[in-house]
Nanobody, 121 residues
């Protein structure tokens, strides 16, 4: 059974950094594009970043461009999201997702359950 498990969330002060991880299992995720999404309280889920199967292509939401970096290690079946210069507006539940499409389409094949990121001012 395919599974994505996020980790690395927590509480951090504004200006700080966190690195999220998403461990994949149950499929050959090295052929899948991977993405990070987030959902803040009272808001719809939004796209954050995506990476293609090889890791050679990435793209980001404008709100995180220059602050967040997505990467992957296919040998470890893991995708990462390095988040720097965090602000309270980045507070959200962060999800990773996987799909064969790239750029990622709206409906994706696999989702994790999320990891909470809270940024205090």
């Amino acid at each position: 059974q395919a599974q994505l498990v996020e980790s690395g969330g927590g509480l951090v002060q504004a200006g700080g950094s966190l690195r999220l991880s998403c461990a994949a299992s149950g499929r050959t995720f090295s052929v899948y594009a991977m993405g990070w999404f987030r959902q803040a309280p009272g808001k719809e889920r939004e796209f954050v970043a995506a990476i293609n199967w090889s890791g050679r292509s990435t793209y980001y939401a404008d709100s995180v461009k220059g602050r967040f970096t997505i990467s992957r290690d296919n040998a470890k079946n893991t995708v990462y999201l390095q988040m720097n210069s965090l602000s309270p507006e980045d507070t959200a539940l962060y999800y990773c997702a996987a799909d064969l499409s790239y750029p990622l389409k709206t409906e994706l094949a696999y989702w994790g359950r999320g990891t909470q990121v809270t940024v205090s001012s």
